[in-house]
T-cell receptor, first 115, second 113 residues
Framework: GDSVTQMEGPVTLSEEAFLTINCTYT??????LFWYVQYPGEGLQLLLK?????DKGSNKGFEATYRKETTSFHLEKGSVQVSDSAVYFC??????????????FGKGTKLTVNP | DVKVTQSSRYLVKRTGEKVFLECVQD?????MFWYRQDPGLGLRLIYF???????EKGDIPEGYSVSREKKERFSLILESASTNQTSMYLC????????????FGPGTRLTVT
């Protein structure tokens, strides 16, 4: 079945460092791809998404490009801040359920940014 | 803004109790979902619903049931709580159109003793 693999954490960076969190997927068809973020004590919120190959999603300085040839959707940010400390989840839409679209999530990567 | 609310942030129940977790969304979304989140396992889908009174099993439905009597409300029921159901429970909703995102509630941390 469809699956998402993202890099194991935790990841610890200093403020202003460059961030990459790798995400690869296995899917039949052409899923939409998402990055969600979970700040401490909160639910998940959408960070960015891409719905077709070569699309680039971006938000709050984060970017990810839908690469069909490498089945990847890596998350990047040029200069992280302490406030970016959170758990990041990569996800894809699962279209197997007929008209009902579900999400398949990776296991999450915990990011800590130190001042 | 879409708002998904869950009835409790923290809940402590005893083994064998019947537990109800309530979720309400205010954006007329078609789809609603229940997940549990455990360290190292990420999010796992328990049940989802794409219409009133409709439900589908997710990846880990054993020990759970759901109810959706109204479009805005989706309840998760633990028929007889067990200690291995101690977890964070997250509710989400979505429009149901292709490629649309899910909106999550703040979560309920359930402890079964």
């Amino acid at each position: 079945g469809d699956s998402v693999t993202q890099m194991e954490g935790p990841v610890t960076l200093s403020e202003e460092a460059f961030l990459t969190i790798n995400c690869t997927y296995t899917a039949t068809g052409y899923p939409s791809l998402f990055w969600y973020v979970q700040y401490p004590g909160e639910g998940l919120q959408l960070l960015l998404k891409a719905t077709k190959a070569d699309d680039k999603g971006s938000n709050k300085g984060f970017e990810a490009t839908y690469r069909k040839e490498t089945t990847s959707f890596h998350l990047e940010k040029g200069s992280v801040q302490v406030s970016d400390s959170a758990v990041y989840f990569c996800a894809l839409s699962d279209l197997r359920g007929g008209g009902s679209e579900k999400l398949v999530f990776g296991k999450g990567t915990k990011l800590t940014v130190n001042p | 803004d879409v708002k998904v609310t869950q009835s409790s942030r923290y809940l402590v129940k005893r083994t064998g109790e019947k537990v109800f977790l309530e979720c309400v969304q205010d954006m007329d979304h078609e789809n609603m979902f229940w997940y549990r989140q455990d360290p190292g396992l990420g999010l796992r889908l328990i049940y989802f619903s794409y219409d009133v009174k409709m439900k589908e099993k997710g990846d880990i439905p054993e020990g759970y049931s759901v109810s959706r009597e109204k479009k805005e409300r989706f309840s998760l029921i633990l028929e007889s709580a067990s200690t291995n159901q101690t977890s964070m429970y997250l509710c989400a909703s979505s429009l149901g159109a292709l490629g649309t995102e899910q909106y999550f509630g703040p979560g309920t941390r359930l402890t079964v003793t």
